[in-house]
T-cell receptor
Framework: AQKITQTQPGMFVQEKEAVTLDCTYDTSDQSYGLFWYKQPSSGEMIFLIYQGSYDEQNATEGRYSLNFQKARKSANLVISASQLGDSAMYFCAMREGLIYNQGGKLIFGQGTELSVKP | EAQVTQNPRYLITVTGKKLTVTCSQNMNHEYMSWYRQDPGLGLRQIYYSMNVEVTDKGDVPEGYKVSRKEKRNFPLILESPSPNQTSLYFC???????????FGPGTRLTVL
């Protein structure tokens, strides 16, 4: 079974509008971490936001927020006020177990390609 | 500037010709990993290291070797590359007490 599922292979959003990228996860660990990374066409992996399994508040970083619904095992990324530079591939990832588990190994989803229209 | 560097960034080679992709980080991180990225599969961990001389297999280790003789360096070795190792490779590092993994710029490898 997939540990991280991103069901939207591609999405379009109008510039200045908000967009939600979906991510569901599967783990039996009580302690885990959820991450979102951005990969522009140049290929590098850019860290966006982190949510710990014990964090009660949803994480926010500027225009990015993580909508964490623990009971539903979902960790959706919300980008407010989309910009043309937000066009990229977005990956949801999970670290199972404690912070040092397997060197902090991340399990990645398949990615969602976001295109922002002017 | 805190960073993870990889070399080369692009490499085209032939089946069976041994190659090494270097990775270096300047953040004094204990943990380092190698991932490969393939379309539709996201990134998958190949090998990881939790400190000097401590390495272990990730999810897709077949056909790869690593070493960690110094804390800052974590080279990836393909002793006999095959076409199914054509991929985009990322090195990553992480501090002991921190959540974020820092990724290198990636190495695009083509094996003919």
């Amino acid at each position: 079974a997939q540990k991280i599922t991103q069901t939207q292979p591609g999405m379009f959003v109008q510039e200045k509008e908000a967009v939600t990228l979906d991510c569901t996860y599967d783990t039996s660990d009580q302690s885990y971490g959820l991450f979102w990374y951005k990969q522009p066409s140049s290929g590098e992996m850019i860290f966006l936001i982190y949510q710990g399994s014990y964090d009660e508040q949803n994480a926010t970083e500027g225009r990015y927020s993580l909508n964490f619904q623990k009971a539903r095992k979902s960790a959706n990324l919300v980008i407010s006020a989309s910009q043309l530079g937000d066009s990229a591939m977005y990956f949801c990832a999970m670290r199972e177990g404690l912070i040092y588990n397997q060197g902090g190994k991340l399990i990645f989803g398949q990615g969602t390609e976001l295109s922002v229209k002017p | 500037e805190a960073q993870v560097t990889q070399n080369p960034r692009y490499l085209i080679t032939v089946t069976g010709k041994k190659l090494t992709v270097t990775c270096s980080q300047n953040m004094n991180h204990e943990y380092m990993s190698w991932y490969r990225q393939d379309p539709g599969l996201g990134l998958r961990q190949i090998y990881y290291s939790m400190n000097v001389e401590v390495t272990d297999k990730g999810d897709v280790p077949e056909g790869y070797k690593v070493s960690r003789k110094e804390k800052r360096n974590f080279p990836l070795i393909l002793e006999s590359p095959s076409p199914n190792q054509t991929s985009l490779y990322f090195c990553a590092s992480k501090g002991l007490r921190y959540n974020e993994q820092f990724f290198g710029p990636g190495t695009r490898l083509t094996v003919l």
